[in-house]
Structure formats: structure tokens, C-alpha cells
């Protein structure tokens, strides 16, 4: 599959740039993990490190779960990768992940956060307990932490992927 990146409008209303700033940090990950192959996307390139680029589409793929499936909707949104007694579970036993099946779930998250956020107000609020305490978040700053949080990341992957092949970009 070939990802086409729109970059977000340099002019818009507050919604369309953060949608489009989301996006925009999705489709980039989806490039930074293109045309390698199935070893490739599992090679922990900088050891003792266990970051993998499909590590990080499985990363990913709990994250959208987690802030617009849980904390958004407030939907029971059980981890797909990891658990309590395997907190990274989503960069473990990437031996017997299938990888399409990981891109898939990746794609079908972000589909349903895209479906999530519909309709909704930037001031709506979700809630988690975190701490002990219930704490609420607009979907203003539920896309802000998914910019941040995909930035973070494309940067580990972009480092990742340049180990891997010499591929860099933005």
C-alpha cells in the first residue's frame, strides 16, 4: 500500500489543523515503515533499545484505543498488546505478530478515533482515573497529546528506519 501525506492547511480553523496535524503525523508513519520487509519492520535497530517500527504501529495502535475508545467514549477498551505483568507487551513477542494483522488494527483504530471525534465539540470531555482520581480531557487536548505523542514517535522511527536502510525524510 502506498500512503499519500497531505500536509496539514498553513490556514484553517482550529479543528482542521488538528485533524489535519493528526493525519499528517498517521501518514507519516505509515511512509517511515513503507517498502521494507517483514524483518526489517521487526529489527530492533539500536540495541539495547527495544523500539521496532512495528513495535511502534502496535504502540500506536493502543494509543488511539486508549484516548478515544477509553477516555473519549469511555468504552471498556481492554489492551490488545499488553497487560500488567507486560507493560511494553506491544514491542514483545513481535516473533509471532503478524505483521498485516498489526497494521490492520493500527488502521482500524484510527478509523474509529476519526469516528469517535465526529460530531463532537473540541470542549467535550472524556475522563480516566489516573492516580487514584478521575481526571477529565477536552478532545482539544486529546489531539494535541496525539500530535505530540505521533511526533515522538515518527522521530524514533525515522531514526529506526534510516539504521535500517539509510532511508531518511521528514
Known amino acids: 500500500m502506498t500512503t499519500k501525506r497531505t500536509d496539514p492547511p498553513n490556514v484553517a480553523d482550529e ?16 511512509l ?23 513495535g511502534l504501529v502496535r504502540h500506536l495502535a493502543e ?16 489492551p490488545l498488546y499488553y497487560s500488567d505483568e507486560d507493560p511494553d507487551g506491544e514491542f514483545h513477542r513481535l516473533d509471532a505478530a503478524v ?9 482500524a483504530e484510527v478509523a474509529y478515533s476519526r469516528k469517535l471525534a465526529e460530531g463532537r ?3 467535550d470531555l472524556g475522563s480516566r482515573v489516573r492516580g487514584g482520581e478521575r481526571q477529565e480531557y477536552s478532545l482539544r487536548w ?16 525515522d531514526l529506526i528506519r534510516e539504521r535500517i536502510d539509510g532511508a531518511t525524510g521528514e
Open 99 to 107: 505483521t498485516e494483522e498489526s497494521f490492520g488494527t493500527w488502521r
Open 63 to 78: 494509543v488511539e484505543r486508549g484516548w478515544f475508545r477509553h477516555v473519549l467514549a469511555g468504552e471498556e477498551a481492554k
Open 121 to 123: 465539540s473540541l470542549d
Open 15 to 30: 479543528r482542521t489543523l488538528l485533524e489535519g496535524f493528526l493525519d499528517f503525523h498517521r501518514d507519516t508513519l505509515a
Open 142 to 157: 486529546i489531539y494535541i497529546h496525539m500530535i505530540e505523542e505521533y511526533a515522538r514517535h515518527n522521530g524514533h522511527a
Open 32 to 54: 517511515k515503515c513503507e517498502g521494507l520487509t517483514d524483518a526489517q519492520l521487526r529489527e530492533a535497530s539500536a540495541p539495547p533499545s527495544e523500539l521496532t517500527l512495528l
